[in-house]
Nanobody, 123 residues
Framework: QLVESGGGLVQPGGSLRLSCAAS????????IGWFRQAPGKEREGVSC????????YYADSVKGRFTISRDNAKNTAYLHMNNLKPGDAAVYYCAADFRPCTRVREGGYLEVWGQGTLVTVSS
């Protein structure tokens, strides 16, 4: 099971840290992807961190503003979001899968999905 938290209302330019806590399995054995879905839009891959070498992927829209990380001791992954823009508003989901980020970042069927956390960016 994956449980996201940390969403909320933030002003443009603000920051949030989303958490993705795993239970029942060891998160370090999986690649972790973060995805978002805004109303009326398709879900898109935002970021991914691999399990093998810790390499990361970011969508062009968030490069330089978002950082993905994982804390194996806490069995938790994070998405640090800075300089948030209104276009970042969405429900954010994390997912875990054995396959590499080159596949995970595409979304679709993945091993485990969280329930999502809402991020609202508004003044």
């Amino acid at each position: 099971q994956l449980v996201e938290s940390g969403g909320g209302l933030v002003q443009p330019g603000g920051s949030l840290r989303l958490s993705c806590a795993a239970s029942g399995f060891t998160l370090n054995d999986y690649a972790i992807g973060w995805f978002r879905q805004a109303p009326g839009k398709e879900r898109e891959g935002v970021s991914c961190i691999s399990t093998s070498d810790g390499s990361t992927y970011y969508a062009d829209s968030v490069k330089g503003r978002f950082t993905i990380s994982r804390d194996n001791a806490k069995n938790t992954a994070y998405l640090h979001m800075n300089n948030l823009k209104p276009g970042d508003a969405a429900v954010y989901y994390c997912a875990a899968d054995f396959r590499p980020c080159t596949r995970v970042r595409e979304g679709g069927y993945l091993e485990v999905w969280g329930q999502g956390t809402l991020v609202t960016v508004s003044s």
